[in-house]
């Protein structure tokens, strides 16, 4: 049974930080990997999807990684913000279209 | 830019009684799912919903759970008969495609709180 673990799972940082978030499965027969983002009370919002043939994915100050053949994921955040203070989620998907959650990190960005 | 949109974004109820949840996926979207996430654990998978059927379910979604789109817009889950372990949060998403090709863009979500 897949299991997805993410350390740590709590980061506070001041700002201008670059930071790395890492996440790891246990199994590698997975199709996807994708980072979120969740503020308190609030939705998922999708920041980044890797396909199980791709290394990484950009999209502006974050930069994730897929190592899929030792489980693992790094969410890079350059130049950290008070505004990136939130959870970041990773999900895996295996042979269905269910994703598979970890239980989060944490940030908090002060200034 | 579209959204998935979900009401009510609280609801209260007695244990026993049924709620709908109700959710919006974005218009072009044809793959639909719910997921709940318990305070302070993981989210977790209920079910997914293509072509008007469910495509996958997990143990979480029992007997007592049932999903519907009732028109060309409309995703609900249903829970017949509600236990204190329901309350969560429930989280709707939508997909253009399946099979892990494509992004699940999620909504706000509903806190279901069971009294």
């Known amino acids: 049974k897949q299991e997805v673990t993410q350390i740590p799972a709590a980061l506070s940082v001041p700002e201008g930080e670059n930071l790395v978030l890492n996440c790891s499965f246990t199994?590698?027969?997975?199709?996807?990997l994708q980072w979120f983002r969740q503020d308190p009370g609030k939705g998922l919002t999708s920041l980044l999807l890797i396909q199980s043939s791709q290394r990484e994915q950009t999209s502006g100050r974050l930069n994730a990684s897929l190592d899929k053949s030792s489980g693992r994921s790094t969410l890079y955040i350059a130049a950290s913000q008070p505004g990136d203070s939130a959870t970041y989620l990773c999900a895996v998907m295996e042979n269905t279209d269910k994703l598979i959650f970890g239980t989060g990190t944490r940030l908090q960005v002060f200034p | 830019e579209p959204e998935v949109t979900q009401t009510p974004s609280h609801q209260v109820t007695q244990m026993g009684q049924e709620v709908i949840l109700r959710c919006v996926p974005i218009?072009?979207?044809?793959?639909f799912y719910w997921y709940r996430q318990i305070l302070g654990q993981k989210v977790e998978f209920l079910v997914s919903?293509?072509?008007?059927?469910?495509?996958?379910k997990s143990e979480i979604f029992d007997d007592q759970f049932s999903v519907e789109r009732p028109d060309g817009s409309n995703f609900t889950l249903k829970i017949r008969s509600t236990k204190l372990e329901d309350s969560a949060m429930y989280f709707c998403?939508?997909?253009?495609?399946?099979?892990?090709?494509?992004?699940?863009?999620f909504g706000p979500g509903t806190r279901l709180t069971v009294l």
């Open positions: 919903f293509y072509n008007n059927e469910i495509s996958e």
């Open positions: 998403a939508s997909s253009v495609t399946g099979g892990g090709t494509d992004t699940q863009y």
């Open positions: 199994d590698s027969a997975i199709y996807n």
């Open positions: 218009s072009n979207h044809l793959y």
